[in-house]
Structures are given as C-alpha cells and as structure tokens.
C-alpha cells in the first residue's frame, strides 16, 4: 500500500448492500495456528519468522487466488499501517505489535490473512451491509484451502487451538456494524444492550474493542466460539440476531417519524449544513455528523446525497486516510481540523 | 459467597490477587489445587497456611517448598499460574499436559460448552474417529463394570489401551 492512493471503495462501502440502512458492515474471522510451533506469545523472534515464512509460501486461495499483495508491517511507515487498519485490514494489537508479522491482502480488499497477530493466523472478510451468509460460505472455502498447505493445531475435543481460550473451538467471530441512532434517540438503546448481553454477545465501539460507539455505531459479535458448529453461530446472527436488531431500530426510526417529523428534518439537514459549511472539523464531530446525516438518507429526508457516499466518507475522514487524500500531515498535535472540513465540503458539495 | 476453585467445583481456600499491566485478576483455588501449583505444603491445607508463594515474594533466597510439584506443559513449560498472569495459553501442547485445567477454564469462559461442535482438519479426521471411539468404550465400561460383568469390562479396557497406544493429537 506504500505510496499508493487509497484503492477504489466500492466493494466495501455500497449503500445498496442488504439492510444498508442499519448494517454497516458485515466481518467474519477465524483463528488458527500452526502445528509445530508455540503460539506467538512464547515464541522467539526467529520462530515468528519462520512462521510468516512458512504463510507466505503457502497456496492461500480463495480471494487471493485473483491476486495477493504482502504487506510487510515492521516495513511500513505509521501512516500506512493506520491505514490498513482503518479500511478494517489489520486489528489494534496488530499495528503496535512488537513481533516479525505480515499480512495478506487480496486484490478486492475484502479479505485478508494477519500472520503473528494473537494466533499464527487471523484470516478475515468483510462485506457491507449484512452479507454474513454469504461471507461464511466464502470463509471456509478460504479455510479449506490454506489447510491444503499448511497443518492446524487441533484437539478433537477443544477443535482449533487458539492462544486465547476464548477462541477456542470454531475460532470463528462473526460480527456486524450495526448503526442505532433511532434506537438511541428514543432511549431504547439500554435495553437493546441489555438483550445482546442475555445472547452472549459482545457490543462495542466503531473500532472494536475498547473503543466508543461514535454515531451510533455498534459492532455487535459472538463472546463464544465452543460448542456450536460454524453453521450454527452464523445462523444464529444472519437469521435472528441481526433481523432483529434491524427491525428494533426500524421500528423506532418510524416512530420518530410519527411522533414529529420537523425535529427529525432539523437533526438531519442541520447535521448536512454543518459538513457542508463548516472551516473545522474534527474526527469524532466529522462521525457525529455524517451518522446524522446517514439516518436522513437511509430515510429518504435527504436527496441528492447516497448512502454509499457518507459510508466511504466515514472511511475517509479517518486521519490516515485524511493524510492520504488531502496530503495534510499526521502525528502527534498535528491539526487536521480544517483540511478534514475542506474535504467533506468538497466531497458533499 | 465464598467462591469456588479455578480448576474444579470445590470450594476455594486459597485467594490471591495478581496485578499484570495493571490489570488486576484473582486466583482462587481449593487445597488440592492449590497443593498442585505449589500455592501451599501437602499434608497441611488450610487457608491460614497459604505460604508457598508468598515465601518466595518476601525471601527471594528462602528455600522454595520442597514438595512443590507445579504442573507445567512439557512443550512450553506453561503453568496455570503463568496462564492467568497472561490470559494466554502457550502452545498447542499445553492443551494436552493441562487438559483438566483448560477444560475448566474453558467451560467458564466458553458459557458451558466443553466440546468442539464444529467442522476439524482433514489430518484431524482419525483423531475424531478415535476420540469418538474412546467415548463409546468408557461409556460401554462403566456400563459393564455396573453390571459386574469384569470378563467384558477387561476386554473393553484392553482395547482402550490398544486405541490409546494409536497416536497422538496434534
């Protein structure tokens, strides 16, 4: 990705994904290690190189068979590595990490394998909207395939060992962005939260763990990964878990509509009016906003404005991709604030 | 409510409390556990004899207990004490050498679930069959030995140990 400008973000933002008016994204991911090696927590750095060796020699494909690009992580500038992670390609840990680690990206940019992350591999795909049939049929083709050239460490009665025991078994996370603002405007939200935690499920932030639900964005996944098949967790989100959610925050979307639709019209087009005039813009009011704005399109309140475009401006508002775009510096009390709000004008004018 | 044991359903004598990275996590084991990872001497138990860890934190020169006998996995020389520091296991091989311990472990932090439900390995297929196998036999054994019928129940052991002898898991 060095030196490249951001790849086009079509296949990853379509505003004409299914249930694009709540759902995001869609992310499936599985956890697996190798056998022969202690997991990348007790092994030596030299043992970490081997096992990214060992990755990219391997046949990986699926996705990558249309074309695979190796990203060498220790090798990359700040910049480029925030980057990845904001498109959603590497995780958190895995930009700070310590450790010799690479990862694969396919051509689309819709999967990719992180190599020493917490496990030896964490291969994952994401799609918009809700599309987690879909990309759970394509993850284990992928799975199938790696295993063709490279051995897992499994148990017969603890499945795919993982370094974390809450990974164990299926190793498989299943998650969806799910976007709420209805839901907490009509102070719904406690109890919405309250029912994901009796389901075993984990809520967070826009960037997954530990992270703040900026605009109403939810990332809602499994907490566990033993005792069910593949088949069953995913089922279990694409077929209840979602839908209901979905139709939660449908729900109450109508009703702001019923009970006063002014103050729904002001909310939105004061939030348009705001990116489309403001000087200064910081990250967490660029969100607020286009998650405002978000809820008007996904309404058919506001015109001329697609949802495909505020889900790639909520990427690109980000300050690696800000960086990149705009050519405006990243780092440490660096003010990005106006170069943010040139960009969203432009891009909404 | 006094709590239970980390590795089984006894009640715990034994509480301590760890800070790794400034996260804070607790151990709680019963005295047979707690004998095991070396947190007090055999033969003594009791929670006012909790000693062996904390001799070593006070007195770093001091004699560790003699008897301690910590289990540790062969391959990577993980303990369960080390796990709860990291939260992290060590290799694929301490899922063998701990397999009590996990299995404990994991029931908690997997809601319940002991047993893998899901799609395995191709290279894993006989180990399936094998582990599937294993189940039958015990059950049939414990099945003849109500039954008193030994003569069936020392053919069943025999092939048992003939199953046991196949292989190892990955």
């Not at chain 2, 299995?103 to 932090?109: A, D, N, P, S, Y």
Request: net charge neutral.
């Amino acid at each position: 990705m060095s030196g490249d400008k951001p790849s086009p973000l079509d296949g990853l933002v379509g505003g004409d994904a299914p249930m694009a008016d709540c759902v995001l994204s869609s992310r499936v991911r599985l956890a697996r290690n190798l056998v022969g090696f202690h997991f990348v927590n007790r092994c030596s750095p030299e043992q970490l190189s081997d096992v990214v060796h060992r990755v990219q020699s391997a046949r990986l494909g699926g996705p990558f068979e249309s074309g695979v690009r190796w990203v060498n992580v220790q090798g990359t500038t700040p910049v480029d590595r925030l980057l990845l992670f904001e498109r959603n390609l590497i995780s958190r840990p895995f930009v700070e990490s310590p450790h010799p680690r690479c990862v694969a990206i396919s051509a689309d940019e819709s999967t990719s394998v992180m190599v020493n992350e917490e496990d030896h591999l964490r291969l994952q795909m994401l799609a918009p909207g809700m599309q987690l049939r879909e990309l759970s049929n394509r993850m284990l083709v992928l799975d199938s395939s790696v295993e063709r050239s490279l051995e897992y460490a499994f148990h017969p009665r603890f499945g795919y060992l993982t370094a974390c025991t809450t990974n164990v078994g299926t190793g498989i996370r299943v998650s969806a962005m799910l976007h709420l603002p209805a839901l907490a405007l009509v102070q719904e939200l406690e109890k919405v939260q309250r029912a994901a935690r009796e389901l075993q499920l984990a809520i967070r932030g826009f960037h997954g763990e530990g992270t703040e639900a900026l605009g109403d964005f939810y990332q809602v996944s499994n907490q566990t990964t033993l005792g069910r098949s593949e088949q069953d967790i995913v089922e279990q989100f694409a077929g209840s878990i979602v839908p209901q959610f979905v139709e939660y925050e449908r729900a109450a979307r109508r009703a702001l509509i019923e009970r006063d639709p002014t103050a729904l019209d002001d909310r939105v087009h004061r939030a348009l009016g705001v990116l489309r005039a403001c000087r200064q813009l910081s990250l967490e009011e660029s969100i607020k906003f286009l998650a405002r704005v978000r809820l008007g399109v996904a309404l058919g309140r506001i015109e001329g404005v697609s949802l495909g475009l505020i889900n790639q401006l909520l990427l690109q508002v980000q300050p690696a991709h800000l960086s990149r775009a705009t050519g405006c510096a990243l780092g440490n009390g660096r003010d990005d604030r106006g170069p943010r709000a040139d960009f969203v004008r432009s891009s909404l004018r | 409510m006094q709590p239970h044991c980390d590795c089984c359903s006894n009640p715990a004598v034994v509480h301590e409390t760890l800070m790794c990275e400034g996260i804070k996590s607790e151990v709680h084991l019963c005295a047979e556990h707690a004998i095991e990872q070396g947190y007090i001497l055999p033969n003594i138990g009791g929670a006012s004899l909790v000693v062996g860890k904390l001799m070593d934190k006070s007195n770093p020169t001091a004699t560790p207990a003699a008897t301690r006998t910590v289990k540790s996995c062969a391959s990577c020389a993980m303990t369960m004490a080390a796990l709860r520091e990291t939260g992290l296991v060590g290799c694929p091989h301490c899922y063998r050498t701990l397999e009590e311990e996990l299995g404990v472990l994991i029931e908690r932090t997997q809601n319940g679930a002991t047993t893998h439900a899901g799609r395995h390995p191709r290279h894993a297929a006989e180990l399936i069959d094998r582990a599937a196998v294993r189940n039958r036999l015990t059950r049939e054994l414990r099945e003849a030995v109500s039954r008193e019928d030994y003569e069936r129940a020392a053919r069943i052991r025999d092939e048992m140990l003939t199953i046991a002898g196949g292989g190892e898991e990955a």
